[in-house]
């Protein structure tokens, strides 16, 4: 019961952390999806930007946090 919560909420967060990626990249079109280098001029993040940067670092925490207790229940 336990690891099958654990790969319900690993399949979500990990979900969740690809969709906050690919929404910080909307001004980058397709080549910034594929890492391309689109000769940004870096900005400072405001508002909704700011907003979606920290939850996306939030998230990416708590994906590492799930794959550390995954591992660990499975020993």
């Known amino acids: 019961m336990e690891n099958s919560l654990l790969s319900f909420a690993m399949i979500i967060?990990?979900?969740t952390l690809v969709l906050a990626i690919v929404l910080?990249?909307?001004?980058?079109g397709l080549g910034g999806l594929t890492g391309a280098d689109t000769g940004g001029i870096f900005t400072a993040?405001?508002?909704i930007e700011k907003l979606?940067?920290?939850?996306?670092?939030?998230?990416?925490?708590?994906?590492?946090?799930?794959?550390?207790?995954?591992?660990l229940a499975t020993r």
Do not use: D, H
Request: positive net charge.
């Open 24 to 28: 910080q990249s909307k001004g980058a």
């Open 13 to 15: 967060v990990s979900t």
């Open 52 to 71: 979606l940067f920290r939850v996306t670092i939030l998230i990416g925490a708590l994906f590492f946090v799930l794959a550390t207790a995954t591992v």
């Open 45 to 47: 993040r405001r508002g």
